[in-house]
């Protein structure tokens, strides 16, 4: 079974960068479909992005193309998620997702502020 921990979270103001890290531990990250979603207080979880098992595709929700980017590296076995030109509305907590076939797992998410 694999465990997930998302890192490097925290405040950021609006037109910042941070870069989310999700660690894996436990399997392989790369043989999963990599995603992350974020929930604001009171919401629906949103799928955010996500890479392809075996890395050929990324997909993105409208709110983040073009300033989000996910990556993966398989030598460290940690998926990314590279955002720039933060805004407010981008704050809520980001949760690492895998999935395979019908196998799910979920990191238990990290906090992200943007604020000014």
């Known amino acids: 079974q694999i465990q997930l921990v998302e890192s490097g979270g925290g405040l950021v103001q609006p037109g910042g960068s941070l870069r989310l890290s999700c660690a894996a531990s436990?399997?392989?990250?790369?043989?999963?479909?990599n995603k992350w979603y974020r929930q604001a207080p009171g919401k629906e979880r949103e799928f955010v992005a996500g890479?392809?098992?075996?890395?050929?595709?990324?997909n993105y929700a409208d709110a983040v193309k073009g300033r989000f980017t996910i990556s993966r590296d398989s030598a460290k076995n940690t998926v990314y998620l590279q955002m720039n030109s933060l805004k407010p509305e981008d704050t809520p907590v980001y949760y690492c997702?895998?999935?395979?076939?019908?196998?799910?797992?979920w990191g238990q998410g990290i906090q992200v502020t943007v604020s000014s």
């Open positions: 890479i392809s098992w075996g890395g050929g595709s990324t």
């Open positions: 436990g399997g392989i990250v790369s043989i999963y479909h």
């Open positions: 997702n895998a999935v395979r076939n019908d196998e799910e797992y």
